[in-house]
C-alpha cells in the first residue's frame, strides 16, 4: 500500500507547485479595509498578482535553464487571442491609456503564466486540483462566518449590511462561480487515483462538498447552480466508469449536496424568484437590455471596434436610442461593462478582438473533440462555472484569483497532449532574458507594494471625509493618478463653492469638462453641473443635464433636473 500511495504524494513535489499553494492559499487573503470595487479597489488582488508574477517569473527563469520549449498542441489557436487583441488595439486605438496598459498586461500575463506551467513537465496535475479544493474549503469557512454573523475574525474577514455569503471577494456570484468551481474539483478528485486507499482524504473531500454546496446554494446565485448542475452531469458522464466502481462515495457525495441544497433552501428560493422575474416580462431584466445595447453599440463599428476603454462613451450614446424605443426597459443608472466578456471586446476591439478570442476557444473544443479522453472531458466540465460566469458577468475584472484558477484549469486539460520545440536561445540569450526576468520582478512587486499603500491611503481619506490632506502615494501610482486627481479637483469644486470664488469655479469647471470630452462619466457630469450651478449659470447647467442624459437616459435624478430645466423654460 505505501508504494501505491506514494507514486500519489499529496504535498507539492516541485517549487512551481508550492508557488501555486501560495497562489491559492494564502495569496487571496490579504483582506484590508476597501470601499469596493474592480481590480486593485480590491486589495487581495493586489496579493494575488504579487504571487502570480512570482510563478510567471519562475517559469520563465525555468525555462531559460531548458534545452526545450513545451507547448500545448493547440498552441497556435491559443496565441490567436493576444494576437487578435494586440492588432485591434493598434487598429481601433487606444482612447484610454492607462486601461489599455492594465488590459494588455492582464491578457499577456495570462498567457506567459498558462504556457510557463507546461515547462515543468507536470504529469500529476490532481496535487494542483487538491490545492483549489483546499482553497473551496477555506473560503467556504469564510461564507459560513458571514452567512451566520459568528463573531470571528471580525476585523478581518468583510462583512455586508445584508446578510449573504460574499467572501473575500465582496460580490455573491464571484464567490458562487469559484465555490462551485471548487465543489466540481472534489468531485473529481473523488474519482482520482490520488484519493484511492485514502478514506481520509475522501473525508475531507466530501466535507468540502457539503460545506461548499450549502455556501453556494445559499447565495441564490443562478450562475452558481446552473454551472454546478451542468458541470457535475458533464463530470459523472465523463467518469461514468469510475463512477460505478466508486459507487458508495458518489452517492455519499450527491447526498451531501441534497441535504446542504436543502438545508439552504431560502437560496433556492431567490434563485428560482429572480429566474421567474427575468422571464416575466420583456426587458425585465437589466442584463436583456445590457446585452441588446452592446449589440447596437458593436453593430456602429464591426471592424475595428471603437478603441480600448470607449466602452462607456458607446454604450451611454447606444442606451439613448434603445430607452426611447423602450422606455419602460429596466436599465441601470451606470454601468461600466456590458456584463458579457465577448461584447466587452467586440465594443471595443471589434471583430479582429472577438475572433481572436473565438479562435483561441474554437482551438480548445476542436482540442476536446479531437481526443474525447475522459480526462480532458472531466476538465471542461471544471471549466464551466468561471466560463459561463463571463458570458453574464465580469469575474476577471473583480477577482484576479479567478482568472489564474481558470487558467491553471485550462492548462489541466492540455496537459497531456503536447509539442516539443528546440530551445534557440543563446546561453548569453538566456542569462540576458533571466537578468531581464529579475528586473520585471523586481519592478512589478515595487508597484504593487507602492498600489497596497496607494489604496490603503486613499481608503483613508475617503472614509476620513477627506480630512487627511495626505494623498502623495495615490498621486504617484499609475493605476490610481487619475482618480487621486479627480478627487483633489473635486474639493478644489466644493471648497470654490463654500467661499463662492468665481475665479477658482471657472478654472475647475474648465479642468472637468476637459475631462467629461476624454471619458463621459456620470460623476464628472455631477461635478459641472454642481459647478455650473454655483456660478449662477442656468443655460450651461441645463446644456449639461441634457448632455448627460445623452449617456444615462434612464437616470432618475438627472431626469428630474432636466425637467426643473423644461419648467424654468
Not at 139 to 155: A, M, R, T, W, Y
Not at 451 to 466: E, G, I, K, P
Request: hydrophobic residues 50%.
Amino acid at each position: 500500500m505505501s508504494r501505491y500511495l506514494s507514486k500519489y504524494p499529496l504535498l507539492p513535489q516541485q517549487p512551481i507547485e508550492w508557488l501555486l499553494a501560495l497562489l491559492f492559499l494564502v495569496s487571496p487573503f490579504y483582506l484590508a479595509s476597501s470601499l469596493g470595487g474592480t481590480g486593485f479597489d480590491l486589495p487581495f488582488n493586489i496579493t494575488v498578482w504579487a504571487a502570480a508574477t512570482l510563478v510567471i517569473a519562475y517559469s520563465v527563469w525555468y525555462f531559460c535553464g531548458q534545452d526545450k520549449l513545451i507547448l500545448p498542441a493547440n498552441y497556435k489557436g491559443l496565441l490567436a487571442l493576444p494576437v487578435g487583441i494586440l492588432l485591434a488595439a493598434a487598429l481601433a486605438g487606444v482612447q484610454d491609456p492607462i486601461t489599455w496598459l492594465f488590459r494588455i498586461v492582464y491578457v499577456m500575463a495570462g498567457v506567459i503564466f498558462l504556457f510557463g506551467l507546461f515547462q515543468f513537465r507536470l504529469k500529476n496535475t490532481d496535487r494542483i486540483l487538491l490545492l483549489i479544493a483546499i482553497a473551496t474549503l477555506i473560503h467556504s469557512f469564510v461564507g459560513v462566518i458571514q452567512l451566520f454573523e459568528l463573531p470571528i475574525l471580525q476585523n478581518w474577514i468583510p462583512r455586508t449590511s445584508i446578510v449573504t455569503a460574499t467572501g473575500v471577494f465582496q460580490q455573491v456570484n464571484v464567490m458562487a462561480s469559484f465555490l462551485t468551481t471548487g465543489i466540481l474539483v472534489s468531485v473529481y478528485l473523488c474519482l482520482r487515483p490520488i484519493a484511492y486507499k485514502r478514506f481520509y482524504l475522501k473525508v475531507f473531500l466530501l466535507l468540502t462538498i457539503g460545506i461548499a454546496a450549502y455556501v453556494m446554494v445559499a447565495t441564490g446565485s443562478r450562475i452558481g447552480l446552473l454551472s454546478g448542475v451542468l458541470g457535475l452531469l458533464m463530470l459523472l458522464i465523463a467518469y461514468r466508469s469510475q463512477v460505478s466502481k466508486n459507487w458508495k462515495t458518489m452517492v455519499s457525495a450527491l447526498l451531501l449536496i441534497v441535504v446542504a441544497s436543502w438545508l439552504a433552501k431560502e437560496g433556492l428560493h431567490r434563485t428560482f424568484d429572480k429566474s421567474y422575474q427575468m422571464v416575466a416580462a420583456q426587458y425585465s431584466d437589466q442584463r436583456l437590455s445590457i446585452y441588446r445595447i452592446s449589440l447596437d453599440a458593436f453593430s456602429e463599428a464591426p471592424i475595428r471596434g471603437h478603441g480600448i476603454g470607449s466602452f462607456l462613451e458607446k454604450f451611454g450614446l447606444a442606451s439613448s436610442a434603445f430607452y426611447q424605443q423602450h422606455p419602460t426597459a429596466n436599465m441601470p443608472g451606470y454601468i461600466a461593462h456590458p456584463h458579457n466578456e465577448l461584447l466587452q471586446w467586440a465594443i471595443e476591439g471589434g471583430l479582429l478582438a472577438l475572433l481572436g478570442i473565438l479562435i483561441a476557444m474554437f482551438s480548445v473544443l476542436w482540442f476536446v473533440f479531437k481526443h474525447k479522453h475522459q480526462r480532458i472531458l472531466a476538465y471542461l466540465a471544471l471549466l464551466l462555472p468561471i466560463t459561463f460566469h463571463t458570458q453574464v458577468e465580469h469575474p476577471f475584472y473583480l477577482s484576479s484569483f479567478h482568472w489564474f484558477i481558470w487558467l491553471t484549469l485550462l492548462f489541466g486539460l492540455l496537459n497531456h497532449h503536447l509539442k516539443f520545440k528546440q530551445n534557440l536561445l543563446s546561453d548569453a540569450a538566456n542569462k540576458s532574458l533571466r537578468v531581464l526576468i529579475l528586473l520585471l520582478l523586481s519592478i512589478s512587486l515595487v508597484f504593487l507594494w507602492q498600489t497596497a499603500l496607494a489604496q490603503q491611503q486613499l481608503y483613508t481619506y475617503l472614509t476620513q471625509s477627506q480630512q487627511s490632506p495626505q494623498l502623495n502615494h495615490v498621486l504617484s501610482n499609475m493605476y490610481y493618478k487619475n482618480y487621486a486627481e479627480k478627487i483633489v479637483m473635486r474639493t478644489h469644486l466644493h471648497d470654490a463653492i463654500v467661499r463662492k470664488d468665481a475665479e477658482k469655479l471657472i478654472q475647475v469647471v474648465s479642468w472637468f469638462e476637459y475631462e467629461l470630452n476624454k471619458k463621459p462619466e456620470l460623476k464628472l457630469f455631477e461635478d459641472v453641473i454642481n459647478g455650473y450651478f454655483a456660478m449662477e449659470k442656468p443655460e450651461k447647467r441645463c446644456e449639461t443635464i441634457r448632455k448627460s442624459l445623452e449617456y444615462y437616459p434612464a437616470n432618475k435624478v438627472l431626469i428630474k433636473l432636466q425637467k426643473d430645466c423644461l419648467a424654468r423654460n
